[in-house]
Each structure stands twice: as C-alpha cells, then as structure tokens.
C-alpha cells in the first residue's frame, strides 16, 4: 500500500482502557468490542491526522519486532474492520477533529 | 397530600427514587397499587411524575422493540404496546398505554436507567440478594441460573430480585437495591439496600466453583449484562463508564454451580 490512510475514532462511541484492554461501545446499539493491545495501540493513537503507515511504524514497530509491511497490512485490515462496524473512521485524507479524546484507566 | 389526590396517584419508589403515576382511573391504579406492593410509598411530592393515559387493551404489541431517544431536550419512550414522553428538566411525563402492568413496568425500568445515569448507577440483568447485611449480584443471560439461585436462597437471604438489580454509587460504595422487576419467580422483590459485597457472572457446570477473573474479563461480563435502552451516544458513555468503574471497585467472580441448594455456602 502505497498511500497514506487515516484513521480517527468515531465520535459516538464509548471507550476506555480496562485490563489491558480497550473496551469500545457503540452509542448507536449497545454493541460491544474489546480490542487487544496491539488493536489498542492503534485505537489511541488514532487521531485523524498520523497517516497509519507512521502510527504503526512508531508505536508497533518500534515496540514489537514485526515486520513492518506485514504489520502495516494487518493495521488496515484492522482498520477496515472497526470502520465497518462504525467505530473507526477511515479516510484517505485527513480527520481532524473527528473523535473523542482516548481514555485509559488510572 | 389530600384524600382525593392521593387517590389519582400511586407512588412506585424504587432505589429511594420515587415515580408518581396519575390516572383518573381507580381501578388501573388499584392494579398498580397489587403489582408493586412493598414499594409503594406515600409522599406529597414524588421525584418525578407521570400522567397515564388509558388506552382500549389490544393496542399494539409488547414483543415490539423499544425505542427510546431524545427529541427536543425531552425522552421520548416507545413499543408497540406504549408511547411516553418524559421531559427530565421538569421531572414530568406523559404515557399512552392500555391497563397493562408491563407497559408502566418498561416505562419505569427506562425512567430508573436515565435517572441512575446520572448518579453512577445503573440496571443489570442479574438476580441479587442481601446475605448478613452484604449484597451479591448474579448476571447472566436468560437461562443462565438466575432465577434457579433465587429460588434455592437460603432462610436467611433476602432476594432483592430474581431478575434485574439496582446498583447505585453513593457515598461509601456501591449498593444493591430491591427491585419489583420480577422474571420467572413472578414474585417482586424485597424493597432493602445493602452495600455490594460481589458480582458473581453466572456460569451453570458440572461443580460448585468461584473462581477469580481478570479486569477486561469482568468488564465484559457486567457491560454484556447492562440495561442499554437508548440509542442515545451521552447515555451509553454515562452507563458504560459507571460499569466500568464497578469493575474497579467491586470484586467480580465467576460463579460456576450446579443447580443444588449447597452454592449457597460459597456465596459470602
């Protein structure tokens, strides 16, 4: 993939980190997703205007030794399956402002 | 409070709110008065109050699915079976719905689930009991045990409800609260406060077992088990994070059992 991907989370959702995981819930019907930590890492860091290719390259990347074209395809793969179920959004162009702030347990 | 008014209105308090229901019809509110003995209350002013209009029986249906959003700044509460508006600000409401104790049930358990919003609390699909002064929750899906660990409580239990318990954070902690919301027992609750000692996620097995269960596994089991009735995104974040924060302050177990009346001695 050779273009830059944004991604932001939804503005009607509930989300919070518990147990080292983050729990999203959809405003619109209850629905329930618990993401992994890696799934997680992407969730916070997804702010509309880090292109996807540099939030994995900084925050998986350079936490975990994966391969990073493998672990770019797998982040959008992800990414496409939250902004189907409506909790992420997913854009070629930039999201500023789109989402609320991420919220981790104290 | 004069005679006569008193006899326009029953007054449901549950989790020391009080629902003032006005009907010009004796009857409706004679059944009201039968349906939610032990939690009737007598006060001049309840916290907030609905007028019940009375509609002919066989209008619409209950297995309708509830919709509840807000259109300007007042709750709007529907099924098949009822049409209510509820303006929160002026803690006042209107219901349209036939004779049917289950219309004005669902109203109340939506009403109780905006208030507790509010305050930190919220309704969960769970049996509860109070034991030694302590309250223990049960949750669980449909089928999952509730009613059977209701109805094996030993002598010196209390079943706040077999159905669906009232959480509410107050000063101190969280409490369990009795509720008239009765599942499969039929049978309302006993109207008493406790502070929660435990949520136990109902698991049936092959042995009596409590076993302990990470954070993320907890939350899932009380979110999954939460009242939800509104599409409502300020309302699921309000409901969803006071569930979460349960989960930090209350200890959560699995409580896998068979249905015998020795479960009992593992609860405590």
């Known amino acids: 993939m050779n273009r830059n991907r944004y991604v932001a989370r939804a503005a009607n959702v509930a989300a919070r980190m518990i147990g080292g995981e983050m729990m ?68 070629d162009d930039p999201l500023p402002d789109s989402g609320p702030p991420s919220k981790a347990s104290p | 409070m004069t005679a006569a008014a008193a006899r326009s209105r029953a007054d449901i308090g549950i989790g020391r709110i009080t629902v003032g229901v006005r009907s010009s019809n004796e009857a409706f509110l004679q059944l009201l008065e039968e349906r939610y003995a032990g939690f009737i209350e007598r006060t001049a002013s309840p916290d907030y109050e609905f007028e019940v209009e009375l509609t002919p029986p066989g209008e619409g249906s209950a297995d309708d699915d509830v919709r509840v959003y807000r259109k300007n700044g007042r709750w709007q509460l529907e099924r098949g079976d009822f049409c209510a508006e509820w303006d929160p600000a002026a803690r006042r409401g209107r219901i349209r719905q036939s004779a049917n104790p289950y219309s004005i049930d669902t109203v109340l358990r939506i009403v109780h689930t905006l208030v507790l919003a509010r305050e930190g609390g919220f309704l969960l699909h769970a049996a509860s009991a109070v034991r030694k002064g302590k309250a223990f929750v049960f949750a669980g899906v449909s089928g999952a045990g509730k009613t059977t660990l209701s109805r094996m409580a030993p002598a010196d239990a209390d079943v706040l409800s077999d159905e669906i318990s009232y959480l509410r954070k107050e000063a101190g902690g969280y409490y369990a609260y009795g509720t008239p919301f009765a599942g499969e027992l039929a049978r309302v609750g006993e109207n008493l406060r406790a502070p929660l000692a435990t949520v136990y996620l109902l698991n049936q097995g092959a042995e009596n077992r409590v076993s302990s269960m990470g954070k993320a596994e907890a939350a899932r089991g009380i979110l999954t088990n939460t009242l939800f009735f509104a599409a409502d995104v300020e309302l699921v974040q309000a409901v969803f994070l006071s569930a979460l924060e349960l989960v930090e302050r209350v200890p959560v177990r699995r409580l896998t059992f068979l249905p015998e009346t020795g479960i009992w001695e593992l609860i405590q």
């Open chain 1, 24 to 91: 999203i819930m959809s405003g619109a019907d209850s629905s329930l997703y618990s993401l992994n930590e890696t799934a997680s890492i992407l969730w916070q860091a997804a702010d509309g205007v880090t292109p996807l290719a540099q939030i994995v390259e900084k925050h998986i990347c350079g936490d975990y030794a994966v391969d990073p074209a493998m672990a770019l395809r797998d982040a959008e793969e992800l990414s496409e399956e939250l902004a189907r179920h409506g909790i992420l959004l997913l854009s």
